[in-house]
């Protein structure tokens, strides 16, 4: 057995409380570790209610294996139980942003807006594996480029690029191999909606694809992690803490 799971990521808005909660349970149930920016507040945010899906499982015996990035003014590793971490990144919304899209082996796109595409952009730069998903009712791409042509389209008011895509680039510049600047990354983001589609099949079925996907690349190493800002350390506390997860 490899010294870690799966870990699937998890990325979207707010209205997908049904479709998120039945991914999270289905991540739990498939043995998993599920990685959101956020922990189980009941206010219908997907990075919420995938952690409520994912601890609901464990009614069926499974266990609720999850990591919560979340946005923080000091850097905190808080364990709500010993499968479940709540990092306390010590950076804002906006930076942590990076760590989501980066670490997870393989993410689901839900539904959102300018954090979720700037997610998505750093997950595809980092060459991750996109699926998208909207539930039963579908509609994840139509929003995600809605909102793109919205908040970093040509003649977009606002400075949404800075926020979401400069200021996290600068904040982790080794991220990635290559180097990346938020032009750039806008224009990653547009191509790959440009071809994306939703998914078409159960929850199951999308969750074991995921499982799929990153086990057909070969055995698992350690995560692309990409430490948090001015905390030496931080990269080597993770991969431990994954591993105790994994073995929960």
Known sequence: MDERRVIIGAIGGANQKVAAQEFGRAVAQAGCILLTGGG????????????????????????????????????????????????????????????????????????????????????????????????HEGGAVA??????????????????????????????????????????????????LKTASDWQGSVQDLVQCCVNHVCEAGPLGETEFPGLPGCPGARQRFETAIRQISAA
């Open 40 to 135: 189980d507040r009941d206010d219908g945010e997907v990075k919420n209610a995938t952690v409520q899906g994912a601890l609901a499982a464990q009614d069926t015996s499974a266990v609720a294996r999850a990591v919560g990035v979340l946005p923080a003014e000091r850097v905190d590793w808080e364990w709500p139980s010993s499968s479940h971490l709540l990092l306390h990144t010590g950076a804002p919304h906006n930076v942590r942003n990076v760590i989501n899209g980066v670490t997870p082996d393989v993410l689901v796109v839900f539904g959102g807006s300018r954090g979720t595409l700037a997610e998505m952009g750093f997950a595809a730069a980092a060459g991750k594996k996109l699926f998208f998903y909207g539930g």
């Open 143 to 192: 929003r995600l480029r809605k909102n793109l042509a919205r908040y970093f389209g040509a003649g977009c008011s606002g400075n949404h690029t800075d926020l979401y895509l400069r200021q996290p680039i600068a904040a982790f510049p080794g991220a990635w191999a290559q180097s990346w600047t938020a032009e750039d990354m806008t224009a990653l983001i547009e191509s790959t």
